[in-house]
């Protein structure tokens, strides 16, 4: 028997897990009795909680506990892995595109639309070929093992400018992600150079430049001027008022002239709503304009919510919410309560919330934070970036495991092992077979 209501979610993410738990909890009968169906769709099977992405780069966390398997939590709804490819908004359809096999036609009653958004990027030569991403956990899990190959490398070498390559280290962007990347990743080789042979912190250079005049504006002037003072003790080259003009040849080149060799450039410098908007009612910065009951604009029948979202913040008339975590989950609580009222035929809730505040990781036992008006740093402010967190990731499962790295932390060194192998298991067999066919010893394997 065919649903009365087919709910899509197109998103797995931070919102899209959120939506179809709470959608999940509050529709069980409807679920049960198969007059709804909850189809998530997303490219991954899985949720990444993003602001833990640091610390599983830094080897704080283990990088499985900071992403949550949506085919264990939603446990009712039909989990589809691909990519959502076209929406036909007023046909009530979607294409999906599986990892193999041909494109299929997904119809639905009900639209949530929360696919994220993805990193901004700029057309500087070379950033494409030798830029890093800190989006997701993949990404993540690359950069450590990167970054502790090149600690390798550098130990292993006697040439001073391929030592010199190796041990630059620039992140692009000021705001959350580069600077909690950067912090930790430092703090992470600080603690690593005592087994590498001739390397210590002073042979590193880090560097984070900014385009504007301050980092880690969400927390204000002061508490931001602090980071950036706090990261130069801590021999952190912070540049501001600065850009990128190349990344070729492995040489970064600035817009002040300025040029150094470096085989680590991590980009940080924004995001953008996700390319499929396209397909629907754009409004502020291209994000899906929808009213103030999460309903996209021109329907009654589809909502978004999220990164990609232009949701009027009602306390403050004229502006839109900032694509943030904060903002994400409570909308995509607010959401579902809104779908499950239009699937009952009650009146929806408009979306309202006054941003909190912001907290930040500088590292180990530092960090800022404005809450409520409230500045806090240092080792208060650190507590209180990872108990917020802590709190807000998804499922007991999770909470524990993650308390368990910070507990184990105190007790035992973080590992300083590269293993960037991982990215190509097959070679170490296909030295081996091109051994067996030539009968002799032929080059091996690429530096792993």
Known sequence: ???????????????????????????????????????????DS??????????????????????????KVLTRCKILSGRICDIDLAGKSARFEPPEGPRQVIDYDYLVFCPGSITKTLPIP????????????????????????KLDLAASTSDPEVRARALTFVFVGAGFAGVEALAELEDMTADACRYFHGINRDSMRWMLIEASDRILPE?????????????????????LNTRVKSVEHDVVVLDDGESFPCETLVWTAGVKANPLVQHLPQGDRGRVATSAELLIEGTDYAFAAGDSAAVPDLTQPGQFCPPNAQHAVRQGARLADNLVARIRGRKLTPYRHKNAGSVASLGLHQGV????????????????????HLTRMPTFNRKARILMDWTLALFFKREVVALGALARPREEFEYAIRTEEAGSNPRPPANR
């Open 1 to 43: 028997m065919t649903p009365i209501s087919r709910i899509l979610v197109v998103g797995g993410g931070n919102v899209g897990m959120f939506v179809a738990l709470r959608l999940q909890r509050r529709l069980r009968r409807e679920l049960r009795e198969g007059r709804v169906a909850i189809t998530v769709a997303d490219l």
């Open 46 to 71: 899985y949720m990444t909680y993003q602001s833990f992405l640091p610390e599983a780069a830094a080897g704080n966390l283990e990088p499985r506990h900071v992403v949550v398997s949506l085919r």
């Open 126 to 149: 070379g950033l494409a070929e030798h830029g890093i991403g800190f989006k997701t956990v993949e990404e993540a899990i690359h950069l450590r093992n990167h970054i502790l190959g």
């Open 219 to 239: 927390v204000g002037m002061s508490m931001g001027e602090w980071a950036a003072d706090e990261l130069r003790k801590r021999g952190v080259d912070v540049r």
């Open 369 to 388: 934070a404005n809450v409520y008006g409230l500045q806090v740093r240092g080792f208060p402010a650190w507590f209180m970036h990872r108990t917020y």
